[in-house]
C-alpha cells in the first residue's frame, strides 16, 4: 500500500528565503507525481507535474525534483514571498492506477 | 476555458437528510474523480468515473454513498442518511483522454456540514 509522507508538517521562514519541502513514498512503482497548493478554505491548484521518467520540472521560482529509486522528492521554492503562504501537497498515482494518493502536507507560512 | 466547477460551494445538512454534489469537468475531460478531505485530515481518494461508468471505487464507504457521470450532465456524489461524520471537504478532479496524461485538475470543493 502506498503511503506518502512530507516533513516538516510546518514551516514559518521570513520572507526572501530559499526553502526545501520534502515528500517520500512507500512504494517506487508510480507513474507520475504532483505537488499542489491548497490555500485556506479553498481547491487544489496544480504546481508541478513530473512523470517517472523524468527527474525534475521547474516552473518560475519552483523546481521539483524525483528520484524515483529512493522514493523522494523535493519542492525548491527561490526567493519566498507572503504571497506563496499556503499549504503543499505532494500526491503520487501508482503504476496501474488512476488515483493520487496524497501527503498530510506541509504548512508554509512566509513572514513579511 | 473554464476549470473544474462544482456546486453548490456550501451545503448544511441535518443528520438523516441527503446530500448531492454535483461536479463539472473541465472541457474536454472525460475522467472525474471525487476526494474527501475530512477535517484535520489529508486528501483522500473516493471513486473513479468515466462517461457512464464507474471504474475505481474502492474509497468508498460501502453503504449511504453513491456516484455516478451520466453521459449529458455533471457528475453526482450522493450520500443518503448523512451523519456527522461526514462533514468535510469533499473535491472533484478531472483529466483529460490524451495529453499529460492523469494530470489532475482540481475544482474549489463542496463544504459539507452536518447538524
Known amino acids: 500500500k502506498q503511503e506518502v509522507t512530507q516533513i516538516p508538517a510546518a514551516l514559518s521562514v521570513p520572507e526572501g528565503e530559499n526553502l526545501v519541502l520534502n515528500c517520500s513514498f512507500t512504494?517506487?512503482?508510480?507513474?507520475?507525481l504532483q505537488w499542489f497548493r491548497q490555500d485556506p478554505g479553498k481547491g487544489l491548484t496544480s504546481l508541478l507535474l513530473?512523470?517517472?521518467?523524468?527527474r525534475e520540472q521547474t516552473s518560475g521560482r519552483l523546481n521539483a525534483s524525483l528520484d524515483k529509486s529512493s522514493g523522494r522528492s523535493t519542492l525548491y521554492i527561490a526567493a519566498s514571498q507572503p504571497g506563496d503562504s499556503a499549504t503543499y501537497l505532494c500526491?503520487?498515482?501508482?503504476?496501474?492506477?488512476?488515483?493520487?494518493?496524497f501527503g498530510q502536507g506541509t504548512r508554509l507560512t512566509i513572514n513579511p | 476555458n473554464a476549470g473544474v466547477m462544482q456546486n453548490p460551494r456550501h451545503l448544511v445538512r441535518r443528520r438523516g437528510q441527503e446530500a448531492r454534489l454535483r461536479c463539472s469537468p473541465m472541457k474536454g475531460h472525460s475522467h472525474v474523480y471525487w476526494y474527501r478531505q475530512l477535517p484535520e485530515e489529508g486528501l483522500k481518494f473516493m471513486v473513479y468515473l468515466q462517461k457512464e461508468n464507474i471504474i475505481d471505487e474502492s474509497g468508498m464507504p460501502k453503504e449511504r454513498f453513491s456516484a455516478e457521470f451520466p453521459k449529458e450532465g455533471p457528475s453526482i456524489l450522493r450520500i443518503q442518511q448523512v451523519v456527522r461524520g461526514d462533514s468535510a471537504a469533499y473535491f472533484c478532479a478531472s483529466s483529460p483522454v490524451s495529453g499529460r496524461a492523469h494530470e489532475q485538475f482540481f475544482g474549489p470543493g463542496t463544504r459539507l456540514t452536518v447538524l
Open positions: 512504494d517506487s512503482a508510480i507513474y507520475n
Open positions: 513530473i512523470q517517472s521518467s523524468q
Open positions: 500526491a503520487v498515482i501508482n503504476q496501474g492506477a488512476q488515483k493520487l494518493v
